[in-house]
């Protein structure tokens, strides 16, 4: 095990003003320290999780990281915090096993600081040449300088950030850091930065705020209830487009040009992608098929190319209430090539459906008329909403 995060859970939560062990207070009806445990046993590598509680309360701070560790219950600890949370800190540091080279060091009462902020602190740690590393955030506010209540001067806040948790460091010069420290630092990067270690930042997350006092919680209950609030009904649909190869046409794929390479026959340009995209946002909205549509004989159509048809459906469906998610489209075919240019014709896909388009290429290894060569396949999922 190299690599683990101390959660200082031990503080007395006075100015929350309920009466009882920060940590122990629910948010949304789940306990705040269940809540900051639960990103830590969902990161992609093991990691030793050592909980600091309240003296008092250890044995229910066993149950609660118990229950949210489940079978991973092996990798954690639970010590008795100090006097403050300096003490506290240094009694999660000294269980540690020397195999630890990385330590996160977190407030449990940041209880929503998402699991992608502890992996990019760790990686940073692990890259960083003995420096420690905290998540910051830009200050946005305008920040004075006060004597009192007059203002004496603006502060310049390009130069400000609001410093998270977890902060990370590399075990041994965080341990050496609190041995030789001369007094309380506001939290481990001052004491770390103190004793001559190097902090640098790394981005941090709005949601990884502290809670600290009733508008914390509530803000914080708030944003619970909006990542568990039931889904806005979507709607899923799949197109699917087939054209032969004609030589004698220009070849339009994805609404792209590859002007060497033989085009697709069809009645408007040929363009299986894009009209696979057409039938798909058609058939999530239930509102047919671009043949009975647009129809394959239309004059109107002829040569047409395909964003004109993946407009109208998405006209279409704004005209019935719904708007596009997302769309993936996958094309089956030997040629053209569309790696070197996926991301044009994401972009270019895109831009029309006015939603996040995600295209893939594949082969058929030399089977069907795909393998043969004699034409090309696309097949798309598109997801819709009501607007």
């Given amino acids: 095990m190299d690599r ?43 990691t030793l999780v050592v909980v ?23 990798y954690t600890a639970v010590v008795p915090g100090g006097a403050d949370r300096h003490a506290s800190v240094e009694a999660g540091l000294a269980v540690l096993p020397d195999s630890v080279t990385s330590v996160l060091v977190h407030d449990a009462a940041r209880c929503l600081t998402p699991s992608a902020q502890f992996e990019r602190v760790f990686d940073a740690v692990a890259g960083g040449g003995g420096a420690g590393f905290v998540p910051a955030l830009p200050v946005t506010d305008t920040i004075k300088r006060v004597s009192g209540d007059v203002v004496v001067e603006t502060v310049d806040r390009s130069a400000l950030v609001g410093v998270q948790t977890p902060q990370g460091f590399p075990l041994a010069g965080l341990r050496q850091a609190y041995a030789v420290s001369q007094q309380a630092e506001t939290d481990d990067a001052g004491v770390f930065q103190a004793a001559g270690g190097t ?27 909006a990542r568990t609030a039931a889904p806005v009904d979507t709607r899923v649909g799949l197109g699917v487009d087939v054209h032969a190869f004609d030589a004698a046409s220009p070849c339009r794929v994805g609404l792209l040009d590859f002007p060497d390479e033989p085009g697709l026959s069809g009645h408007s340009d040929g363009d299986a992608v894009a009209h696979a995209v057409c039938d798909a946002l058609l058939s999530a909205g239930g509102l047919g098929d671009i043949g009975g549509t647009f129809g394959t004989s239309d004059p109107a159509y002829a040569g047409a190319a395909g964003d004109v048809f993946v407009r109208g459906a998405v006209a279409m469906l704004a005209a019935a209430g719904l708007t596009p998610v997302s769309v993936t489209v996958q094309v089956i075919g030997n040629r053209p ?7 044009e014709m994401q972009d270019a896909l895109g831009a029309v459906v006015g939603a996040p388009v995600a295209v893939s290429g594949t082969t058929t290894d030399g089977l069907g008329f795909t393998g043969r060569g004699e034409g090309l396949a696309a097949i798309a999922t598109a997801v819709v909403r009501p607007a």
């Avoid at 939560?13 to 948010?27: D, H, N, Q, S, W």
């Avoid at 949210?68 to 092996?74: D, H, I, L, S």
């Avoid at 090539?337 to 991301?343: D, E, F, T």
Wanted: glycine share 10%.
């Fill in 4 to 46: 683990a995060v101390v959660v200082v859970a031990a503080g007395s939560g006075t100015r929350l003003g309920i009466g009882t062990a920060k940590a122990f207070v629910p948010v949304a009806g789940t306990l705040m320290l269940a809540r900051a445990l639960e990103p830590l046993f969902a990161l992609a590598s093991p």
């Fill in 52 to 74: 600091v509680a309240p003296t008092a309360l250890l044995d229910d701070c066993r149950q609660v990281v118990a229950s949210v560790a489940g079978a991973a219950v092996g």
């Fill in 337 to 343: 090539r569309i790696g070197a240019r996926r991301a």
């Fill in 199 to 225: 902090v640098r930042s790394v981005p941090g997350d709005a949601d990884a705020f502290k809670i600290t006092t009733a508008w914390d919680l509530g803000r914080a209950e708030s944003i619970v209830r």
